[in-house]
């Protein structure tokens, strides 16, 4: 059974964090940041997953201006020929009065990449690109959680800026109040354990 610390109902800004028992290679030990959640389903983005294509290779103009490492994320099995860039407004930005941006929750924005860069790096902590995305049919995502698949936390909005090197899987789970922080520390591969 999972801890009521870390099964708290989806919505947008909160993370889903693989739990060790789920298996499937697009999955195993992510980090999804939800965007949206609703009627219609759900959306999010893995953020611990650094690929190996440049930025610079995809989208030029934004290469500078993304955080480092200027890298494309893998977001998700879900339209993996698009890209979505997600990023984080400064403490003295209105997330919600910002051009060019949709408001997530918070702090975090979603940003069309149809815009000039320029126009919004000042306004911006950092910003990250997603190639494809990840999500669930409507009730989907509760059939998911009730089978003890996912952890749902909140989330932190420099979550999608931690440096890819960092295990942002064992750092979300390690922030939750004790006794829920020992998921953390459950093996990758209970059979090697």
Known sequence: MIHPDLERPPAAGMLLIAAPALTDPHFRRTVIYLVAHGADGTVG???????????????????????????????GPVQTNSAMCLGVCRPEIDARSLDDTIAVTGSVVLIDLDAEPARLVGSLLGMRIYAGRAGWENGQLTEEIEQEAWYVVPGHPTDLLVPAADDLWFTALRRQRWPASLAAYEPFDLERN
């Open 45 to 75: 983005v893995v953020v611990n997953r650094p690929s190996e294509t440049g930025v610079d290779a995809v989208l030029p103009a934004w290469a500078p201006h993304t955080t480092r490492p200027h890298i494309v994320y893998a977001g």
